[in-house]
Structure formats: structure tokens, C-alpha cells
């Protein structure tokens, strides 16, 4: 036991989830306080703000009386698992950019990229013309090439300019927000089949025939079946294809040579200079592979088939995007971690969806639970200073504590920008 | 009852802990007033600590000081300057972009309702860099002017603030020998009117040159105070180091082969000013010889290096490496016929954050020895990283998975070292390569380059310790504002000399001419 | 030409209030990367006090007794307030990255996502909508020919119709408050000590200067002048709306901070020229620039969509041809620790 505590990874999960407690219990006591103080909600209610915080994915509703009930509602798992995707794959890409020191708050503008790119193809290619399995691959890699590109703008500007990557990454956010709002605006791809809604791209399931968008002769994600295991939910074999490419990150993180270069590149630029890494390069590199991430994660979400774009975007931004940032946090970087964050988020996200559906409460108090894990992440390196310090009991002495491990942040510098 | 005490400042068995080391075990230090005091010990002896005892950043577990025989208690800086206390940090505490006014006045400022009255301090800092000779630009920025200026500046700081105890932090690794001399006197003038001055270094010369007495510290350890009057170089470094310390260097006379490195007409621009670093240097290294580039830092031997290596761009001349022309070559093709230990070892040197057999194969990762289609053969990684540990003598607390950070600065670079020499390459570049080690990784540094030169490599050696030139190398080179003033013999010439190379008084190299 | 230098005005100076506030911070050492969202939440404290004010009739009172001066001392108050939570917010990023030495980056990205998800929480609750008012409010507040008792009809002269008529007392105190911060910074005794912290902490320490407490000012300073900033954005481009959207003005603020080189008399420019294009994405279609009735952005058939890209490709476009000569404080975004000396 002792020695499974002393492990590292331990404690990095201990503090993952000592984060994930503490945003939680803010959440809720916001939730509580706002229920003692507004008019429109009872005691009871902000109990029931609360319980569905801590709770709201084994919710499944009210019962005659107007209680709260729970139990197993593969609903809202299987939702959970398929909103998870694209968290997976942001956060994918967040961790990877991450390694090689780079901080990626440009996944929502490659994110839009990569929505940009496979609906572009998948809907303008005729239904009929290629089997639906090759135009869904077509889409899917046309997605993940235009978040490749987007992803090399921060990185080329980083890399030659030394702009810093987070100012640069804001700016192709907005950038592309407002490219892919004018490259819907003028197409002809605005779902007017539908009238019951406005703003919104066609689903990748409507096809072209004959001139004209017709429903389900589009390309969809498989199921596998998954549809079966949970009835009456959105999921897809997408979940699979994110838990792959974790896979794929820490093999490529961890075995491989290249994955050593955008490491030592990460840790310290300039000896990875000094041996003769291309440290340019693997910046340039790292961002690419990142928004490559960011944009298969947009594309695993609308080419399912079920889900619409809506697309006068130019004022806000995916929230999917800047929640990589804290999947990415809450797993240390660790690309199997990141899995688990993903669905966590997601699950979030499902909470929010109870508390809107069932209370006065909304769905934003969920992006404050993230705020906050993203802010505790922030000082992670203390609380796991404190968690250690609290197993070993030898309190050093009061100065001795101020003390950073070594200049941990001192190696890194600050960016120039 | 005034002045009960002959000393103006004692520090009494002062004890620091940090957590696995005590950094001070009982340690006294008591300064007369009007007296230069030298502080002696190595590199991690616990000089540090005490100095910042003194200026209230540690509190220490046990012992007090006293001022003129009262017990004080210090918390911060500002209490020490309230005491009269003032120091010249080893590297300076200056603002880079602020004027030399700015710096000398900042924590000390004269203003009316906040706003900054300049025109007093002006006054006072002139008079003050008049009577003693320590002539500032007030005006300039401190990033412009010389490391001597900037060292007058610090000096000017503390007589500002009419401080009586001065405290010289390794004043003189930055200056050439005939500065050193003016500082010497300086202190004495100061140490004539009544201030008392503590010196804190590890050569031994400047200590029998200046000081009255010596305490000497040894692994956080005091070991006595003695006057110099009544001891010699051979005492002190037995106090300081706790053994016989072979002062020379043992190297039989080089025999040099063939030439391995050639530079000719070679320029290296500035990052800081539109000249060029590098002017116009030509010289070359043969093989079985240890070249020396010697100078005050800031004259362009990073510059050369980097210009060299790879690091940075040369703007003129030609680089030529066993026979290859590589002055365009990027820095992994350079990396066939030459290795490189680095200047900075956090910088450049080692990846902190990885493991040390990951360090050992910074360069090498793409050999077919360590990956097989792009992936690392972690076996042969961890197999060749325990042979150089083993090789090579490297400690650390887990061998090959040791987190490079954590070990201690002679094992960082012992594994730097190994990494370098192992790579078995005609030239081998060492940028001050023994810079804040103690003793024995400096014996054992040296060893190893002289070992190397004899099995017939070519060295090319770059050093601020003006001992470590005469001792190690076979030819001297000196470098002055980025050119090559000198070419000399270490065994023809001395200290004195090699200082007015340095400081571009003498020159024997035209502009534009070659060292051979 | 009135109309585009009073619109250049409304966007250039809450721009550059904020950029002022990245300076106090980053010359401090902490890089503020959290400007947006403490805009977005001094935005949303001061357009909640004035519909507080609101339903609690004062203006109506204040506005059919033809009190102005009340209306702008309320203005004024709700600045304060809205700079007053800017700065006990900002103690969040303080606190993570100064006694926490937390990484700067990532605390301000939490504060990012914090306030929108808190204000439209709170938002919703209070209004039950996305917004929190749809009431032109920001007409209470300008000051019109009427408010200085001149008929409707008359002319004021240029000056006078371009920085009097349809003016905001805010953008004027902001203006003031500006000068006031940048003689501060250079020519007293604080800031000589703020800005040596931003270079070399060490060094200010050694020399007794407290840098924990140097930072804690800047921050909470930034924090201050971001708050108020955001909701002089709000009043004056948004007629006193809060949704928790501010679109990125925050980040181009620490754009033209860096474009201006962390200088106060350079930022006041580059300002001028961010703020330029803001405002033809913004109000591009009622731009009559030679007054010959024509709106000439709208006739060269340019698409809407570029000019609001504009900002920000500018901006990308300007840093890059910028970033190799700008020169930020060195020590910005390093954790001071005392033990590492």
C-alpha cells in the first residue's frame, strides 16, 4: 500500500481528483447560495441543484409526485460517451502541444476548421457518386487536414516570428469564426428543408440529389451496435475512434523518436537545439498534430450524422475548443488520462443538461465547475507538494517550504513574445 | 559601555537547516572594524547561506548576531541596510533597463509626496564616484556599459546608502588582473577610513594580496579564522579543501598533429548591438593539443562557440572541420566530427526534466543502435546509459531513471562529460567547463580533458579562470571585443601579461591577421 | 467624420485603459492574461448596478427632474464599482500565480472561462434571458445638447459637436486616468519600484523592496482598470448590455499593449489604430467619411465578414511584424520565490 501510494502517478491522480471534488463542492454551494438568495427558488430546490451536481447523470427525471428519481439511464450515458468525443480529442490535442511546451488555446478555432472541412465535403460530394463509407472518410480527413493547417499558423509564427503561441492562437480563433461564418453564409449548404429551424448547416446524414438535400441519403458514423447497448442516445463508434487515438498519442509520445524530439523541445528549446533537434520544426509540427486532433474531434461530432452546425458562429467560439484546455489539465497530459477526463467533462455536460431540464437552475454553472478545476490545476504542483508532504510527515522547516522543487518554472522562462 | 566590543558585526555559531542538509553547522564569523576580512571555501561550502543569514533571508535555527557587541535581529534586506550593512552580489542586482541613477537610488529613493526627487541623488553620486574614483555614466543604461562599470555601480550602491559593512561577493571572476589591482586598492582606501570590508572568494592570491584575516568554511563547517600574516597558500587550501590539493595540472608537453578545426575571416554577429560579435577571426586547432580562448566575459568567446557549433549564424568567413567545409552545415551534421560541452549545462547542457539515459542519448537517439523504424530501443538506451555511469563514475539517486534536475551540479556535468567524451569525435569544444564545481570535479575534469588530448583529440578550451589557461592549455589565445589580440605560450609568459592582452592593451595579432 | 472619430473614440479608449491595465500587471511580473474575462465581469457588476438603479426608479426620477448631474454621478459610482470587483477578482490570479507561484498562463485561462460562465449563470437567474437588460440605458448616461441646456438644433462647432454632443463622461475620465497611471508609473516612487520587480525581482528584493506586495498592486491595479474597462466597453459599444461577451477585446488589448511595447505613450497610439478597425467592423455600414451621403465601406461591395475579421487579422499581422523588435519586462511571467535566490 505504501508503495502505491509513493508513486508519482498516484499522486497525480489524487490531486486530479482532489480538483475535480473541490469544483464540485463550489459548484454546488454557488448552487445553494443562489437558492437562499433569489425569489424563485425554495430550499428544496437548491437541495436538488445540488444533489443533481453531484449526481445528475444517474437522473431520470421526476416522478407523478414532481421527485427527483434516479437510477441507470443509458440515455444519458450513451449521450455522455458521445459528447465525450470531441473532449477527448481536444484534449488530445491541448496535451500534446502541451508536451512540447507549447499552450494550444487554439483548439476551438481549429475545432471550427475541422466542422468547416468535412461538412464542406461531406455534403457537397453527390450522394451515389462514391460508396457512403469512402465519402465519410473523405470528409473526416479533408476536416482533419484544414485543422492541420490551422494549426501551423501559431505554430509557424511561434516558431519564426516567436510570437507568443497564445496571443496568436486567439486571433486564428476569431479569425476563424468569422472564415467559416462567411464560408457558410455564401454557400448553399443552409438547411432550408427544415423550417421549423433558422441558422442552421444541413446534417451530414442529408445527401444531394438531383440539386436537392434530401434526408438519410447522407453519410452518417457507424454505430457498431453501440445504440443497442444505449437506447435513445446519440453515440457512435466516434468514442472508439477517440479511445484509438489516445492510444496512438502515448505511443507516439512515449516510444517513439519523434516523440522524444517534441519532448526535449517541450522541456528545454534550447538543448534540444544544441543537439541538433530542429526545435522550428517540432514546433511547427506539434501545433499541426494538434489541430489535427482538434479538428478529427469536430469532425467525429458532425459527421454523425444526428448533430447540425449552427453557423453564425463570427461571436462566440466552441466551447468543446477551450474545454481541452481542462480535460488536458486534469489528466497531467497523460494521453490515456485524457480519456477519462474527456468523459468526466462530458458527464458535466450532461449534468448541466438535468439542471436545466429539471430545475430554474442552467447549464452554465457546469462551465464554473470547470473554471474552477481549471484554476486548481494551475497550482497542481502544490497540492501534490501537500499531498506528498501529508504521507511523510516530516514537515520541513517554515523557509524551506517556499521552496519550489529546484526552479521548476524558473527552466521554463518566460515567453518572448 | 560604547563600543564594548572590538567588532562591528559578529555572527555566532549561526546553524542553518534545509531539508536533508545542513547548509551552516555552527558557524562564527566576527569582523573587526577597519579590517579586510576574506571569507574562504569552495563551491557548496555554505557562503551563501551565511551571507543571506546576514541579510535576513534565512532565519537560523541557532545562533545570533551581533552589532558593535548588541544582539540583532535581522528579518529582511532592509534591516540589514538600517544596520549599515551593504553587498556586491556575485552577480549584480542591477536593472537591466534602467539608468545607472535608477539603479543606484531604487529601495532608497528621496521623493517629495512620491514623486522621485532626482537632482539630490545626482549630487551625491557624483560626489561620491569622484572621491573614490569610480567613474559612472549616471546616464546610461546599465545593459550598455561595461561589467567593470557595472561592478562600480554596485560598489556606488552601497556607499549611497552610507553603508559602513561591505560585503564583496566573488568580486573579481569578472575582471581582468589590473582591474582586479584597482578594486584591491579600492577597498584598502575604504578599509583606511574605517569601514570594514568582507571578502568573500576562493582564490587564494587575492586573499594573501588584500586581506588581514581569513575565515575559512568547509561543507557548511567552520573550520578557524586565521591572520594571513602568519599562513600561506599551501594552509589555506588545506583548510579550505581537507586534503592536499594538487595545485598544478600534471600534462606532459603537447605533440600536435594534424590540424582538425581551421577558421578563417570568421564573423558572428551581436543579439545585442549591430556590431559583430565575432570580428574577423582566424586560427586553428591540431589534433593532440589543448587551444585556449581566454578573456573577460562578454568578448565574444559565446559567440565563437555558437558560431562554431551551430547555435548561431556566422555573417562572414568559413568554418573547416577535418578537411569539410561546415560553415553552413546545420548543427547535427556538424555533430559527426565534433562534440560540444556547453557553456550553460541547464541551458544547453541537459534536458532538466529528463531522465539521465535520456540525456545520454540527446544526440545519438537516431543512431540504428537506439531506434529501429522510428522506435526508441529502450533496452539498448538503458544498457549504454549504465555503462557511462559506470564508466565515467556519475552519482545519482537512481542510476539511469534519475531525473536529470535532481542531481547535483559536479554529476550534471560529469554526465555531460561522459556524454561528450564517449562520443569519441576528432574535436572536442569545453566552454568553462569546470565553472562552479569544487576541487575534486575540477581535478577530475582536467584529467580527463589532458587524457583525451593524449589519446589525440583536438581541444578547444574556453575559460574566465585565468589559473585554469596557464595550467591546461598548450597554446593561449586572447580574445578582446570579438577579435584575437593574442597568441601566447603559457609557459612563456604570466598572469600579468595575459592580463593586458585581455584587457586590449597589447596587442600581437593584427587586425584581421591569423593564429596558427 | 464627427460620427467616425466619436465611434474611434468609443472603442480606442476602453482599449486602451485595458492595455494599461495588461502594463501594470506584466510590468510587474505577472502576465495578465485574464484581461478579457475580468472585463467580462466589471462589465456585468457595473450594468447590474445600473438596473438595479434602474428598477428602483432613481433614473427615471433623476431624468424627468432634469437632474444630469445625479445621472452621471451614478455613471461614475457604477464605474468604481465595476472597478472594484475587477480588482478583488483579479486577487484570484494573484493569489494562483504570486503566493501560489502557479503558472500565469493557465490561471488567467481560468479566469477566462470563470466569468462568462459565471455571469451568464447569473445572468439567466436574475433575468431568465441571455441578457440582462433591453432597455436603451446608455441614453440615460450620454450627454446630449439638451443635457448642457443647449437647444437640440444647435450647432456646436466641430469640437464642440464631435467630443461634447453624445459623449460619455466615462470616456473622458478614462482619458484622464490614463495620463494620471502613465506619469505614476515613471516619475514616482512606486513605480520605479513596480517596474524593477517586472525586470529583476531579485534584484528589488536585495534592496528591500517587498515583490509579493510590488505584484499584489500591479495585479490588483490591472485588475481595477480591466473592470472598469469592461464596462466603459459595455456602456458606451454595447448600450449597457452584459452577456458575458466582449468578443475578444481583452486579447486585443494585450495585443496593443505588446504593439506598443508595454509604453504608455504608445499604446495610446496603437490604440487609436486597433480601436479604428474595431469600429469599422462594427459600425462600418453608418460610416459616411466625407459626408457626401454615401457609405462608401458598405458601396465597394467588400464583404461584412471581412471587415469583422479585420481586428484580428491586423492584429496577427501587426504583431508579426512587430514581435522581433518589442521587448517585454524580463521577468514577466516567472514566479518570484524568495528561497531561490
Known amino acids: 500500500m505504501k508503495g502505491f501510494f509513493q508513486k508519482e502517478g498516484t499522486v497525480k491522480l489524487l490531486s486530479s481528483l482532489l480538483s475535480i471534488l473541490t469544483g464540485l463542492v463550489v459548484g454546488g454551494i454557488l448552487v445553494l447560495i443562489v437558492g437562499i438568495f433569489s425569489k424563485n427558488i425554495s430550499l428544496s430546490g437548491a437541495w436538488e441543484g445540488v444533489r443533481l451536481i453531484f449526481a445528475g447523470i444517474l437522473s431520470t427525471g421526476r416522478d407523478a409526485a414532481g421527485a427527483l428519481t434516479w437510477g441507470f439511464n443509458p440515455a444519458n450515458v450513451g449521450n455522455m460517451l458521445f459528447r465525450a468525443t470531441p473532449l477527448i480529442m481536444t484534449g488530445l490535442s491541448v496535451a500534446v502541444a502541451f508536451k512540447t511546451g507549447l499552450f494550444n488555446i487554439g483548439a476551438p478555432g481549429q475545432y471550427l476548421m475541422g466542422t468547416l472541412g468535412s461538412l464542406m465535403v461531406a455534403l457537397s460530394i453527390p450522394a451515389g457518386t462514391l460508396p457512403r463509407g469512402l465519402i465519410w472518410l473523405l470528409a473526416f480527413l479533408c476536416g482533419c487536414l484544414a485543422g492541420a493547417l490551422w494549426g501551423a499558423i501559431p505554430g509557424l509564427v511561434k516558431a519564426l516570428l516567436n510570437i507568443n503561441e497564445v496571443l496568436a492562437c486567439i486571433m486564428t480563433n476569431w479569425i476563424a469564426a468569422n472564415l467559416v461564418t462567411w464560408a457558410f453564409d455564401v454557400s448553399n449548404l443552409k438547411n432550408v428543408v427544415e423550417n421549423t429551424k433558422t441558422g442552421y448547416i444541413y446534417k451530414s446524414s442529408y445527401g444531394l440529389v438531383n440539386g436537392q438535400y434530401v434526408a438519410d441519403q447522407g453519410v452518417s458514423t457507424a454505430k457498431l451496435g453501440l445504440d443497442r447497448l444505449f437506447p435513445g442516445s446519440q453515440v457512435n463508434a466516434g468514442i472508439l475512434i477517440a479511445v484509438l487515438a489516445a492510444v496512438a498519442v502515448y505511443i507516439l509520445m512515449n516510444k517513439t523518436t519523434l516523440g522524444y524530439e517534441l519532448k526535449a523541445c517541450g522541456a528545454n528549446r534550447h538543448a534540444a537545439r544544441y543537439a541538433g533537434i530542429r526545435d522550428k520544426r517540432n514546433i511547427v509540427l506539434s501545433m499541426a498534430i494538434a489541430g489535427v486532433l482538434s479538428a478529427a474531434g469536430a469532425s467525429l461530432y458532425y459527421l454523425s450524422g444526428n448533430t447540425e452546425f449552427f453557423w453564425t458562429t463570427y461571436q462566440s467560439l466552441p466551447g468543446e475548443g477551450f474545454n481541452g484546455i481542462p480535460v488536458a489539465l486534469l489528466a497531467m497530459n497523460n494521453p490515456i488520462g485524457v480519456v ?50 501529508r504521507r511523510h510527515r516530516e514537515a520541513p522547516p517554515a523557509q524551506a517550504q517556499a521552496k519550489p522543487p529546484e526552479g521548476a518554472e524558473n527552466a521554463k522562462g518566460g515567453d518572448e513574445t | 559601555m560604547e563600543n564594548a566590543s572590538e567588532y562591528v558585526i559578529e555572527m555566532l555559531h549561526i546553524t542553518k537547516e534545509f531539508p536533508g542538509i545542513k547548509a551552516n553547522d555552527d558557524i562564527t564569523l566576527q569582523l573587526k572594524k577597519g579590517e579586510i576580512h576574506a571569507l574562504l571555501g569552495e563551491n557548496g561550502a555554505g557562503k551563501s547561506t551565511l551571507m543571506s543569514v546576514l541579510f535576513g533571508l534565512y532565519q537560523p535555527e541557532q545562533g545570533e548576531i551581533r552589532k558593535n557587541g548588541q544582539v540583532v535581529r535581522i528579518n529582511d534586506p532592509n534591516d540589514a541596510t538600517a544596520l549599515g550593512i551593504g553587498m556586491v552580489h556575485q552577480h549584480f542586482q542591477l536593472i537591466d533597463v534602467f539608468t545607472v541613477l535608477d539603479n543606484i537610488v531604487l529601495g532608497a529613493e528621496t521623493t517629495r509626496m512620491g514623486f522621485l526627487q532626482k537632482k539630490e541623488a545626482r549630487r551625491k553620486v557624483e560626489e561620491l564616484s569622484r572621491r573614490y574614483g569610480l567613474a559612472v555614466d549616471l546616464d546610461a543604461r546599465v545593459e550598455d556599459i561595461t561589467v567593470g562599470m557595472q561592478q562600480r555601480v554596485e560598489i556606488l550602491k552601497m556607499l549611497y546608502r552610507d553603508n559602513e559593512i561591505l560585503i564583496f561577493d566573488e568580486p573579481t571572476a569578472v575582471l581582468t588582473p589590473q582591474e582586479i589591482n584597482e578594486l584591491m586598492n579600492t577597498m584598502r582606501e575604504f578599509a583606511g577610513e574605517g569601514k570594514s570590508i568582507l571578502f568573500i572568494t576562493h582564490k587564494l592570491n587575492e586573499i594573501m594580496a588584500v586581506a588581514d584575516r581569513v575565515s575559512v568554511l568547509r561543507k557548511g563547517r567552520y573550520i578557524g579564522t586565521v591572520n594571513t600574516a602568519d599562513t600561506d597558500k599551501r594552509q589555506l587550501s588545506n583548510m579550505m579543501v581537507g586534503r592536499d590539493v594538487q595545485l598544478e595540472v600534471v600534462k606532459t608537453p603537447a605533440s600536435p598533429g594534424e590540424e582538425v578545426l581551421r577558421l578563417e575571416h570568421f564573423s558572428v554577429p551581436s543579439h545585442l548591438h ?166 575534486g570535479a575540477i581535478e577530475y575534469i582536467h584529467a580527463q580533458l589532458v587524457s583525451e588530448r593524449d589519446r589525440g583529440k583536438a581541444v578547444l578550451l574556453v575559460s574566465l579562470e585565468l589559473e585554469e589557461v596557464m595550467s591546461l592549455s598548450d597554446r593561449i589565445l586572447v580574445m578582446y571585443e570579438g577579435e584575437l589580440v593574442g597568441e601566447l605560450d603559457p609557459r612563456q609568459t604570466n598572469v600579468q601579461e595575459l592580463g593586458l592582452y585581455m584587457a586590449g592593451a597589447k596587442r600581437n595579432i593584427g587586425e584581421g591577421g591569423s593564429a596558427t | 467624420m464627427t460620427f467616425l472619430i466619436q465611434q474611434l473614440l468609443l472603442y480606442a479608449v476602453p482599449l486602451m485603459i485595458v492595455a494599461l491595465a495588461g502594463v501594470f500587471a506584466e510590468r510587474s511580473g505577472i502576465i495578465n492574461l485574464a484581461l478579457e474575462g475580468i472585463m467580462i465581469f466589471g462589465a456585468f457588476v457595473g450594468v447590474l448596478f445600473v438596473r438595479a438603479m434602474a428598477e428602483t426608479e432613481v433614473f427615471s426620477a433623476a431624468k424627468s427632474a432634469g437632474n444630469y448631474l445625479t445621472l452621471q454621478g451614478l455613471e461614475v459610482l457604477a464605474m468604481l464599482l465595476s472597478a472594484a470587483m475587477g480588482a478583488l ?58 443635457t448642457l441646456g443647449y437647444d437640440r438644433k444647435a450647432d456646436l462647432g466641430f469640437l464642440g459637436n464631435t467630443f461634447v454632443d453624445k459623449s460619455y463622461i466615462a470616456t473622458y475620465i478614462c ?25 529583476n525581482p531579485q534584484a528589488a528584493d536585495s534592496l528591500g523592496i517587498n515583490v509579493y506586495r510590488m505584484r499584489y498592486a500591479g495585479t490588483t491595479i490591472s485588475g481595477a482598470l480591466a473592470g472598469m474597462g469592461g464596462f466603459v466597453y459595455a456602456l458606451t459599444t454595447a448600450n449597457c448590455t452584459a452577456n458575458g461577451d466582449v468578443a475578444g477585446f481583452g486579447f486585443l488589448a494585450l495585443a496593443v499593449m505588446i504593439f506598443g511595447n508595454w509604453k504608455p505613450l504608445n ?62 519586462p524580463k521577468a514577466e511571467g516567472i514566479p518570484y520565490d524568495k528561497g531561490s535566490r
Not at chain 2, 545520454?360 to 538506451?381: H, N, S
Not at chain 2, 547535483?408 to 564517449?422: C, F, H, L, P, Y
Not at chain 3, 503558472?103 to 439567466?124: E, H, K, S, Y
Not at chain 3, 496603437?270 to 457626401?292: E, R, V
Request: with cysteine; charged share 20%; hydrophobic share 45%.
Open chain 3, 175 to 199: 482619458i484622464v486616468l490614463f495620463i494620471v497611471l502613465s506619469v505614476i508609473l515613471y516619475k514616482t516612487r512606486f513605480g520605479l519600484r513596480l517596474r524593477s520587480c517586472g525586470e
Open chain 1, 340 to 389: 477519462f477526463a474527456g468523459i468526466f467533462m462530458a458527464m458535466l455536460n450532461i449534468v448541466g443538461l438535468q439542471l436545466t431540464k429539471l430545475t430554474a437552475y442552467n447549464e452554465f454553472i457546469t462551465d464554473v465547475i470547470i473554471a474552477v478545476i481549471v484554476y486548481l490545476s494551475a497550482f497542481s504542483l502544490v497540492i501534490r507538494m501537500l499531498l506528498t508532504r
Open chain 2, 274 to 439: 549591430k556590431r559583430n560579435a565575432v570580428n574577423d577571426v582566424s586560427f586553428s586547432v591540431r589534433a593532440g593539443e589543448i587551444v585556449c580562448i581566454s578573456g573577460i566575459d562578454g568578448n565574444g568567446q559565446t559567440e565563437l562557440v555558437h558560431g562554431i557549433t551551430g547555435l548561431d549564424r556566422p555573417n562572414g568567413g568559413t568554418v573547416t572541420l577535418c578537411g569539410e567545409n561546415i560553415t553552413h552545415d546545420s548543427i547535427r551534421r556538424r555533430g559527426k566530427n565534433m562534440s560540444h560541452i556547453p557553456e550553460d549545462r541547464h541551458k544547453h547542457g541537459l534536458v532538466l526534466d529528463f531522465t539521465l539515459e535520456q540525456n545520454m542519448v540527446l544526440q545519438r537517439y537516431l543512431d540504428p543502435e537506439f531506434q529501429r523504424a522510428g522506435f526508441i530501443r529502450q533496452d539498448a538506451v538503458r544498457s549504454y546509459a549504465e555503462r557511462l555511469i559506470e564508466q565515467y563514475d556519475v552519482r545519482s539517486g537512481q542510476g539511469p531513471v534519475t531525473v536529470a534536475r535532481s542531481m547535483s551540479g559536479g554529476n550534471q556535468q560529469k554526465a555531460i562529460i561522459a556524454r561528450e567524451v564517449d562520443r569519441d569525435k576528432p574535436l572536442i569544444i569545453a566552454v568553462q567547463p569546470t565553472r562552479g564545481l569544487d576541487v
Open chain 3, 89 to 146: 477578482f483579479s486577487l484570484l490570479l494573484s493569489f494562483a500565480s504570486i503566493n501560489l507561484r502557479a503558472d500565469q498562463t493557465i490561471g488567467g485561462t481560468a479566469l477566462n472561462l470563470m466569468a462568462p460562465a459565471l455571469v451568464l449563470f447569473l445572468v439567466r437567474i436574475l433575468a431568465n434571458q441571455n441578457t440582462l437588460f433591453s432597455v436603451d440605458a446608455a441614453s440615460w448616461f450620454m450627454i446630449k445638447k439638451t
Open chain 3, 267 to 328: 499604446i495610446a497610439l496603437a490604440s487609436l489604430l486597433f480601436g479604428l478597425f474595431k469600429c469599422i467592423a462594427a459600425t462600418y455600414t453608418s460610416i459616411d467619411i466625407n459626408g457626401d451621403g454615401h457609405f462608401w465601406l458598405v458601396d465597394i461591395g467588400v464583404s461584412p465578414h471581412l471587415y469583422r475579421m479585420l481586428p484580428y487579422l491586423i492584429t496577427l499581422l501587426v504583431l508579426a511584424f512587430t514581435s522581433k523588435k518589442s521587448r517585454a
